[in-house]
């Protein structure tokens, strides 16, 4: 490998990391990533995902899917982000598997309870408990 195609795989770790810190996901480049590393993911993360980076014109997106995958193993999730050099600086190409998307699109057409609603279902609860109580005491 070219030493300036390690800066820019090195350069593209860390914008894509900086990306994600930027929307709230604990990341950063692992410099092992690869080299001895147990984990060989380019981007250590506190989502519990494989991710591996690339910075390029042309991908060859099977070979690199499939590397990803089998450096994912079986505990983590693998995801490919690829930066194409004639894209914006923040745009990335994010590559998944279908059953993962499935599960993000499940995950996202809960419905999701508000503060009020969870404040309702605590006060109920609490309500519930107490009344239990009570019939429990009558009952003795």
């Known amino acids: 490998m070219k030493l300036n195609s390690k800066k820019k795989g090195n350069k593209g770790e860390n914008a894509f990391s900086a990306w994600l810190r930027s929307h709230g996901i604990n990341a950063f480049r692992d410099s092992a990533s690869g080299g001895g590393s147990t984990t060989k993911s380019d981007i250590h993360n506190s989502i519990n995902a494989h991710i591996e980076v690339k910075t390029t014109k ?8 499939k590397k990803a995958i089998n450096d994912a193993g079986l505990h983590n999730t693998a995801y490919l982000a690829v930066h194409f ?16 998307w499935l599960e993000l699109i499940k995950k996202s057409q809960e419905p999701k309870t508000t503060q009020t609603e969870n404040r309702e ?8 408990i107490k009344s239990l109580k009570l019939l429990l005491n009558k009952l003795e």
Request: glycine share 0%.
């Open 121 to 128: 279902l605590q006060w109920a609860i609490q309500n519930s």
């Open 85 to 100: 050099d004639s894209r914006p600086a923040n745009e990335w190409l994010m590559v998944m598997d279908n059953h993962d």
């Open 58 to 65: 042309k991908i060859n997106l099977l070979k690199i899917w």
